[in-house]
T-cell receptor, first 117, second 113 residues
Framework: AQKVTQAQTEISVVEKEDVTLDCVYE???????LFWYKQPPSGELVFLIR??????QNEISGRYSWNFQKSTSSFNFTITASQVVDSAVYFC??????????????FGKGTKLSVKP | NAGVTQTPKFQVLKTGQSMTLQCAQD?????MYWYRQDPGMGLRLIYY???????DKGEVPNGYNVSRLNKREFSLRLESAAPSQTSVYFC????????????FGPGTRLTVT
């Protein structure tokens, strides 16, 4: 079973639309960490945010916001007023504090976002 | 401050050839990782190193070996390349293990014919 599920494979929006990328995770741990990364067409992976399992406060950074809900095991990412530069593949990832884990990230398969002008 | 660097950026190998992918970080991080990215699969962990002198297998280690040469450098070796190893390889580092964000290199695009 997938530990991190990003059900949306591809999303296409028109510039200035708001868009939400879904992430559902699975873990038996009580202490874990969630991440979002952006991979633009140039190919590098850019860290966006980290959230630990004890902090359910939503976070906003400019046009980006994240909604963490433990009750539904979700960590969704919203881009407000999308821009063409937001076009990228976005990955959600999980890090668990279980025996033998050394912090490696378990990635979802990614959501490709295309923002059209 | 270059962050995480990888060489080479591109490589084409014939089946059976060997090569080493190099990775270095200048952030004084303890943990380093090698991932591969295949279309539609996300990133999967090949090997990791929690600290200098230690290495461990990840999800897909078969056909690979690694060396943590010192705190800065973590190399990935393909002893006998196979077409199934055609992929984009990313090296990453983090200050420590669980809970710390990882910073990624630019990737190496490897094709095995």
């Amino acid at each position: 079973a997938q530990k991190v599920t990003q059900a949306q494979t591809e999303i296409s929006v028109v510039e200035k639309e708001d868009v939400t990328l879904d992430c559902v995770y699975e873990t038996r741990d009580t202490t874990y960490y969630l991440f979002w990364y952006k991979q633009p067409p140039s190919g590098e992976l850019v860290f966006l945010i980290r959230r630990n399992s004890f902090d359910e406060q939503n976070e906003i950074s400019g046009r980006y916001s994240w909604n963490f809900q433990k009750s539904t095991s979700s960590f969704n990412f919203t881009i407000t007023a999308s821009q063409v530069v937001d076009s990228a593949v976005y990955f959600c990832a999980l890090s668990e504090r279980i025996e033998g884990s050394q912090g490696n990230l378990i990635f979802g398969k990614g959501t490709k976002l295309s923002v059209k002008p | 401050n270059a962050g995480v660097t990888q060489t080479p950026k591109f490589q084409v190998l014939k089946t059976g050839q060997s090569m080493t992918l190099q990775c270095a970080q200048d952030m004084n991080h303890n943990s380093m990782y090698w991932y591969r990215q295949d279309p539609g699969m996300g990133l999967r962990l090949i090997y990791y190193s929690a600290s200098e002198g230690t290495t461990d297998k990840g999800e897909v280690p078969n056909g690979y070996n690694v060396s943590r040469l010192n705190k800065r450098e973590f190399s990935l070796r393909l002893e006998s390349a196979a077409p199934s190893q055609t992929s984009v390889y990313f090296c990453a580092s983090s200050e420590r293990g669980v809970g710390y964000e990882q910073y990624f290199g630019p990737g190496t695009r490897l094709t095995v014919t």
